[in-house]
């Protein structure tokens, strides 16, 4: 995935809702363990639009490349047929997550609907060029270093 960012000053078209000021998260299905900041390569599968007190904090789905699963996903419908229980699994964990904590449940937007890969990849696009503008300097941030002036 290129660097991105979910633009707290864009207002989503369709869910009326904006960015919550982070890259987009990554949640990867695969079978192997990986390391905290690990780089691998992925297979984009799909995407939950999560709405968190309010901003939208996309969940991009993916599998590693090299995962003895990825032949068999190649998009969100083979994972629905394959593995129904991952989508509302990772969908409920996300839900639910903060509520311990007394925080509310959050939402889904599309009626919980997992984006298509390519709704995925458009996702990623919006997001790499609203980093692209950060890092230009042409969007005002609060309490962002983002490396320079």
Not at 12 to 24: A, F, I, R, Y
Not at 67 to 86: G, I, K, R, S, Y
Not at 122 to 147: C, M, N, P, S, Y
């Amino acid at each position: 995935l290129p660097q991105t960012w979910e633009d707290p000053s864009v207002l989503h078209p369709e869910l009326k809702v904006v960015g919550d000021n982070d890259p987009l998260d990554v949640v990867e299905i695969g079978s192997r363990r990986h390391s905290q900041g690990q780089v691998t390569r992925v297979r984009i599968l799909g995407a939950l639009a999560m709405i968190d007190g309010g901003e939208l904090d996309w969940k991009v789905i993916a599998i590693d490349a090299s995962d003895p699963e990825a032949a068999n996903l190649q998009t969100m419908d083979d994972l629905e047929a394959q593995m129904p229980e991952v989508i509302s699994g990772i969908r409920e964990w996300f839900r639910w997550y903060k509520s311990p904590d007394g925080e509310p449940l959050n939402q889904f937007g599309f009626h919980g609907r997992a984006l298509s890969q390519e709704e995925a990849l458009r996702v990623i696009d919006e997001t790499h060029e609203a980093w692209q503008r950060l890092r230009r300097g042409e969007v005002a941030t609060k309490k962002l270093w983002i490396g320079h002036g």
